[in-house]
């Protein structure tokens, strides 16, 4: 299994640990390869740019632990920046079966986000070169950024990279599926497989009477929204914030001025998870498409339920009235009026603890998911063999 690691940790970087362990687990021989983001500090600017479209270390790197370990199979999570296309051709030379991860829109839109000046974005996608990425900086605010990623994809496009290098694509929802669609790989040549929570964290008890955000404090997370929700005065349940970002500044200020916020700043795994295990409500506020939303099915494996904005592939994990409540992205207003729903009783409540926990046991546990990943395998295996 092969990543890019990020410059801040998220959640593509929590699904290599998770797929790659939970493999490993099962008994199957998993061979990792890995490099971090931070090593583009070293690299300076020109290695950089040129890696991101063509990395010749990677495709040796790689070369060489495919035939060294006699590999079928080789799972991409994500080659950005440095790990770069090269490697989808090292590993087909090297005879193994190719397939990438699709937890961002990065192939269609050079942010990865669909997500510009606070509002979704989706000028590129289906374009042949992300040229609008170019013209508005999307990558970092930088022209010369997003150049280069524009680059990387074009360049990629051009020479059938994605369409004869990638045997399949693992999108992470329907609603990825259907973006990726529409910016011109075939619908065959993608399959939908959730996130898995791994290991099993154990229910809670939701006995600590406040809702609970976590995640990263950035804008396309839309915590605005939920700052202006808790500021209403509305809102009986105290809210609780948890996580790192530009943000956390505003929050901080939030937090002073109003008693019934807290800012908890980033926390360990262990301890966010006995967070959202006492909270009566986690609140996922994106006003972005979100590839997937690993956080509620955290949530859901702790029989916490769930308050999250109608976008991107949440709208596939939240079932209303029974695991949660959707609600208007970026309306305060409504999102006040879905959590009063679904605390508005303890019997409800607690109902909606036991489907939510119910729902993890069903889809998102590392059994299920392993057996999920072997069998994509093996579709990509038997595809391959009746091309031969």
Request: glycine share 10%; aromatic share 8%.
């Amino acid at each position: 299994m092969v990543h890019n690691y990020y410059q801040q940790p998220g959640g593509e970087d929590q699904s290599f640990l998770a797929e790659s362990g939970l493999l490993s687990a099962f008994g199957h021989d998993v061979t990792r390869y890995a490099v971090h983001s931070s090593e583009v500090q070293k690299l300076g600017i020109a290695r950089t740019a040129a890696y991101t479209i063509w990395n010749p270390y990677s495709f040796r790197n790689i070369t060489k632990i495919i035939k060294d370990n006699h590999i079928e199979v080789v799972h991409f999570q994500n080659t950005f920046p440095l790990i770069s296309p090269a490697a989808y051709y090292a590993a087909q030379s090297a005879g193994a079966i190719v397939i990438q991860a699709l937890r961002n829109y990065r192939m269609t839109c050079v942010n990865g986000l669909l997500y510009r000046n606070g509002s979704v974005c989706e000028l590129c996608v289906g374009r042949f070169a992300p040229t609008a990425g170019i013209v508005h900086h999307c990558y970092r605010g930088s022209m010369a950024g997003s150049a280069v990623v524009a680059g990387m994809v074009s360049a990629h496009k051009l020479i059938g990279t994605y369409r004869r290098r990638v045997d399949l694509f693992v999108a992470t929802s329907e609603f990825v599926k259907q973006k990726y669609v529409e910016a011109g790989i075939g619908d065959t040549q993608i399959v939908v497989k959730p996130n898995v929570v791994a290991p099993d964290p154990g229910v809670g008890e939701g006995r600590g009477e406040y809702a609970l955000y976590v995640g990263r404090l950035t804008d396309e997370k839309g915590l605005r929204t939920l700052l202006k929700a808790w500021d209403s005065g509305q809102l009986r349940l105290p809210l609780k914030i948890v996580g790192d970002g530009p943000l956390g500044p505003e929050i901080e200020r939030a937090a002073g001025r109003n008693a019934g916020i807290q800012y908890l700043g980033p926390r360990s795994l262990a301890e966010t998870y006995e967070l959202m295990g006492d909270a009566s409500v986690l609140v996922v506020p994106s006003e972005w498409h979100e590839p997937f939303g690993r956080v509620v099915i955290e949530a859901f494996a702790k029989g916490t339920p769930v308050v999250a904005a109608r976008m991107g592939g949440l709208t596939e994990l939240v079932t209303p009235g029974r695991t949660g409540e959707l609600f208007n992205a970026g309306d305060s207003t409504d999102l006040i009026k879905k959590i009063e729903t679904l605390t508005a009783s303890p019997g409800h409540s607690s109902k909606l603890r036991e489907n939510c926990r119910q729902a993890y046991l069903n889809l998102y546990t590392p059994e299920r998911n392993q057996e999920l990943l072997m069998s994509i395998y093996e579709y990509a295996l038997q595809r391959q063999k009746k091309k031969l």
